[in-house]
T-cell receptor, first 113, second 113 residues
Framework: DTEVTQTPKHLVMGMTNKKSLKCEQH?????MYWYKQKAKKPPELMFV???????INESVPSRFSPECPNSSLLNLHLHALQPEDSALYLC????????????FGEGSRLTVL | GENVEQHPSTLSVQEGDSAVIKCTYS??????FPWYKQELGKGPQLIID?????GEKKDQRIAVTLNKTAKHFSLHITETQPEDSAVYFC????????????FGSGTQLTVLP
C-alpha cells in the first residue's frame, strides 16, 4: 500500500469549474511533487516543493496552482482547465528534493469536459 | 539535458521465462538509476535502483545492471509471473543535484500464463 494518499481518485469537471486535488504523506518527507501523466506516457514533472517552498515550476500554465500548507500536505488547485488537461495527476514525495527516491501516490484521474 | 531511451516498448513472455528491459542515457554525470513498476490504475512504484558506483544489484527475482562506459542499464526479471505484468519505467538523475528524474518512455510487459 502506498504511503502517499491522493484524493479524489476520480474527478470530472467542466472548463469553468474550480476544483482541487489533495495529497498527504506521513513519512516525514520534506519534498513533494506534482506530476502529470498521459496515457502510455511517462510522468511529466509539474512542480516541486522543498521544505514547503516552491522550488521548481516546469513552466506550468497558471490554471494549475499548487499549494503546500504544511510539510505533509500538497494541493493542486484547478481553474478554467482545458480538455487536453485530462490526465492522471500523480503526487510524490521524497526525503529531500535532491534524493531522487520518489514515492508516488495512486493518482487522481481528471477528466475535463 | 538528459535523454533516456528505453527498449522495447512492449514485451510479451511466457510465465517462468526471463524478461530484459534496456535503457540508455546521454549525460555521463547521471549517477542514480531507479526502475518503477506501474500497474493498471495505480501510481508508479519504485522496485529497484542502482547508483553509479555499483555495477549490479539484485533483489530476489529482480536485478539491475549498469554499464557506465556504454551509458546503459538494464532490468532483468527472472521466473516471471502474471503479477509482473505492468508498465516499467527506467529513469536517470544526478543524485544530490536539483535536476529531477528523467524517465524513459516505458515498457509494457505482459506475462502470458
Amino acid at each position: 500500500d502506498t504511503e502517499v494518499t491522493q484524493t479524489p481518485k476520480h474527478l470530472v469537471m467542466g472548463m469553468t469549474n474550480k476544483k482541487s486535488l489533495k495529497c498527504e504523506q506521513h513519512m516525514g518527507h520534506r519534498a513533494m511533487y506534482w506530476y502529470k501523466q498521459k496515457a502510455k506516457k511517462p510522468p511529466e514533472l509539474m512542480f516541486v516543493y522543498s521544505y514547503e517552498k516552491l522550488s521548481i515550476n516546469e513552466s506550468v500554465p497558471s490554471r494549475f496552482s499548487p499549494e503546500c500548507p504544511n510539510s505533509s500536505l500538497l494541493n493542486l488547485h484547478l481553474h478554467a482547465l482545458q480538455p487536453e488537461d485530462s490526465a492522471l495527476y500523480l503526487c510524490a514525495s521524497s526525503q529531500r528534493s535532491l534524493s531522487g527516491e520518489l514515492f508516488f501516490g495512486e493518482g487522481s484521474r481528471l477528466t475535463v469536459l | 539535458g538528459e535523454n533516456v531511451e528505453q527498449h522495447p516498448s512492449t514485451l510479451s513472455v511466457q510465465e517462468g521465462d526471463s524478461a530484459v528491459i534496456k535503457c540508455t542515457y546521454s549525460d555521463s554525470a547521471s549517477n542514480y538509476f531507479p526502475w518503477y513498476k506501474q500497474e493498471l490504475g495505480k501510481g508508479p512504484q519504485l522496485i529497484i535502483d542502482i547508483r553509479s558506483n555499483v555495477g549490479e544489484k539484485k533483489d530476489q527475482r529482480i536485478a539491475v545492471t549498469l554499464n557506465k562506459t556504454a551509458k546503459h542499464f538494464s532490468l532483468h526479471i527472472t521466473e516471471t509471473q502474471p503479477e509482473d505484468s505492468a508498465v516499467y519505467f527506467c529513469a536517470a538523475s544526478i543524485r544530490g543535484s536539483a535536476r529531477q528524474l528523467t524517465f524513459g518512455s516505458g515498457t509494457q510487459l505482459t506475462v502470458l500464463p
